[in-house]
């Protein structure tokens, strides 16, 4: 079975500079997690979707971070303008049916110079 | 709210030595509780979990137990190796999403 997707998994790129992040879940996987994991900390949620549905972005930093599901399937999330505190590694997860647990990607790296 | 604390690392041990790193936790109602490892590189990967009191979850030879009187899911191994060196995160989950704890490195040296 094929695992979580993501790409890239390294980005550098200038604050105020815009970028995005693509994540494809495991097949059947109706839930999708977008986690921020800063160094030296453990990962923090930003975005849940349920299908192609918002369930939770109550972490997310709505003026700019912005995530899309088309199609209950892939997703991206998107950092516009960048700040320098915005460098950690952003991981994706899905989970299936009657959850018991969420599986992830490797994650992508950015750095914000 | 919900909220998980482990004990800071990094964890030093030699090879074959026990480990044992503490993780509590606060929760509203009956959470599910897990133990994530991450390698050098690499993504989290699940590594043992617990969905009710008193449940012990192992797996490569480590094991925790769900312990509600305590709020407590303390990973232990009994000899580790170098190869086991990498940060373990202890999480717990509300319904259908993961709270982690801030990891603890562990490094195991020959």
């Known amino acids: 079975e094929a695992g979580v997707a993501q790409s890239p998994r390294y980005k550098i790129i200038e604050k105020r500079q815009s970028v995005a992040f693509w994540c494809n879940p495991i097949?059947?996987?109706?839930?999708l997690y977008w986690y921020q994991q800063i160094l030296g900390q453990g990962p923090k949620l930003l975005i849940q979707f349920q299908n192609n549905g918002v369930v939770d972005d109550s972490q997310l930093p709505k003026d700019r971070f912005s995530a899309e599901r088309l199609k209950g399937v892939d997703s991206t999330l998107k950092i516009q303008p960048a700040k320098l505190e915005d460098s950690a590694v952003y991981l994706c997860a899905s989970s299936g049916q009657g959850y018991t647990e969420a599986f992830f990607g490797q994650g992508t790296r950015l750095t914000v110079v | 709210g919900n909220s998980v604390t482990q004990m800071e690392g990094p964890v030093t041990l030699s090879e074959e030595a026990f480990l044992t790193i503490n993780c509590t936790y606060t929760?509203?109602?009956?959470?599910?509780l897990f133990w994530y490892v991450q390698y050098p590189g690499e993504g989290l990967q699940l590594l043992l979990k617990a969905t009710k009191a008193d449940d012990k979850g192992s797996n490569k030879g480590f094991e925790a137990t769900y312990r509600k009187e305590t709020t407590s899911f303390h990973l232990e191994k009994g000899s580790v190796q170098v190869s086991d060196s990498a940060v373990y995160f202890c999480a717990l989950s509300d319904t259908d999403k993961l709270i982690f704890g801030t990891g603890t490195r562990l490094q195991v040296f020959p």
């Open positions: 929760a509203t109602g009956y959470p599910s």
């Open positions: 097949s059947g996987h109706a839930t």
